[in-house]
């Protein structure tokens, strides 16, 4: 309540980033932006069924570019009003983050509502929790995560592992020890650079590119252009 909303001014220079949501015409080429201010973005879980098809494990990586990727607009019965042709076109649309946060919060959205049931699901489908990840030229280094523990969407607890998201002494934070806020018991070095099995239930990540940022220059753009 002290922080406040997304608005605040802690919170935007901590959390966050710049995003472009952009819309091609097929017919025109003519691309629509709507400039968007995040602090954290939701990343689908694809269920079991599909990934099972996929023949691979989802990572971390692969889900964020799936929400950056090209989506073809082909739908006969939802196309989109092209202002430069006036009338209803083909189109295709993707987002590029222009402007990375400092440090990254992604949630994987574990949770969809099943319309036979009417009900709340949980999917879970394992998902490889990368400790590094990629925007562009920036890599980013990951030092929290809230799991969600429980058979299905309406039962179970949440609980966090953490480590400083700050250089140590030595000016490295790859190696600092995680813990449990609650009981502040250390996890065991041993798994350093392995996570443990419960981060497949994970539903919140936050990475920081305080120890880690490139300084490169930010090439995330869409290869969708016509």
Request: proline letters at 6%; aromatic letters at 10%.
């Amino acid at each position: 309540d002290k922080l406040g909303g997304s608005d605040q001014d802690l919170l935007r220079e901590v959390f966050a980033g710049q995003l472009q949501e952009k819309i091609q015409c097929r017919e025109c080429g003519k691309i629509k932006v709507r400039e968007e201010t995040f602090t954290d973005l939701v990343l689908p879980v694809p269920t079991a069924e599909q990934a099972k098809e996929s023949g691979i494990v989802p990572t971390m990586q692969k889900l964020l570019e799936e929400r950056l990727k090209c989506e073809e607009m082909d739908d006969p019965n939802n196309l989109v009003t092209c202002e430069n042709c006036q009338k209803k076109t083909f189109a295709v649309k993707w987002s590029e983050i222009t402007q990375p946060p400092q440090h990254l919060c992604l949630c994987l959205n574990r949770f969809t509502f099943n319309m036979q049931t009417y009900d709340f699901t949980k999917e879970k489908t394992p998902v490889k929790i990368d400790e590094g990840l990629w925007i562009g030229g920036y890599e980013y280094e990951l030092y929290h995560t809230i799991i969600h523990t429980g058979k299905d969407a309406s039962s179970g607890h949440y609980y966090a592992m953490g480590r400083r998201s700050e250089p140590t002494v030595s000016g490295d934070c790859a190696f600092t020890p995680w813990t449990t806020p609650r009981s502040k018991k250390l996890m065991s070095p041993s798994w350093q650079g392995t996570l443990p099995r419960n981060f497949w239930m994970t539903t919140h990540m936050f990475f920081s590119s305080g120890a880690s940022r490139r300084h490169l220059p930010l090439n995330f753009e869409s290869r969708c252009l016509l």
